[in-house]
């Protein structure tokens, strides 16, 4: 693919098991088949938008809409990078890293799934830190942040392992249902004592004006 029209498609983030990119089209399919064949346990749900409610097709396709919907709105004071990470060759989940006005307030935020055969081994963790180090080491971020359910013990395991701190308790609404999602900040500080996983970045200079100034 030429990336002089897009250069994000060239950027590339490994760590020693996973590398994360701007999927193409068959990238793409890959993620959305990822996301069809299951990504938690229908019995609970752990994110804020249902997504996952829908059938797996059905999921699979909001998944492919999603990422080039990142692509389309794009803009350098509001963005969101959407890759796909992939584990021994295969796509096994999504993590996605955005920012609002980052020029001004140094802060990202961070979001993600895995396919729930994927679970329990580590990568999430991993994912997270890889785009951790594009945030902090890459772009120069003072902050970011993320929030989980208080019940998603995974999410908020990866949290404390990677250095976050609370940030405060907030009610959302969930398929017509109040739950509590509890908010995580780390700084610079934090991260820089709890980094573990080396992390290598390529191509970010050729897309670094992107990201703001």
């Known amino acids: ?22 999927p193409d089209l068959a990238g793409l399919a890959e993620l959305a088949a990822a996301a069809a064949d299951g990504v938690h346990d ?17 999921r699979g396709r909001a998944v492919f809409q999603h990422v080039l919907g990142t692509v389309a709105g794009w803009t350098v004071r509001d963005w969101t990078l959407s890759l796909a990470v992939r584990c021994a060759g295969s796509v096994v989940g999504r993590q996605d ?3 609002a006005e980052f020029a001004v307030t140094g802060e990202t935020h961070t979001g993600s799934w895995l396919g729930a055969v994927h679970q ?3 990568i999430g963790t991993e994912m997270r830190a890889a785009v951790l180090h594009l945030a902090f080491e890459g772009l120069g971020a003072r902050s970011a942040t993320s929030a989980a359910m208080t019940d998603n013990a995974g999410s908020l395991r990866v949290s404390e392992k990677l250095g976050y701190r609370p940030d ?32 290598e970045l390529a191509g970010l200079d050729g ?7």
């Open 1 to 22: 693919m030429e990336y002089d029209v897009w250069p994000l498609y060239g950027l590339r983030i490994t760590t020693p098991r996973l590398e994360l990119c701007l």
């Open 42 to 58: 229908p019995g609970r749900m752990p994110f804020t938008v249902p997504w996952t409610d829908a059938a797996p097709a059905e």
């Open 97 to 99: 890293l955005s920012a």
């Open 120 to 122: 329990g081994r580590g």
């Open 168 to 199: 405060g308790l907030e009610t959302v609404s969930v398929r017509g249902t109040a739950r509590t999602l509890r908010r995580l900040r780390l700084d610079r500080a934090d991260w820089e004592a709890h980094r573990t996983v080396p992390v």
């Open 207 to 213: 897309c670094r004006g992107l990201f703001g100034p």
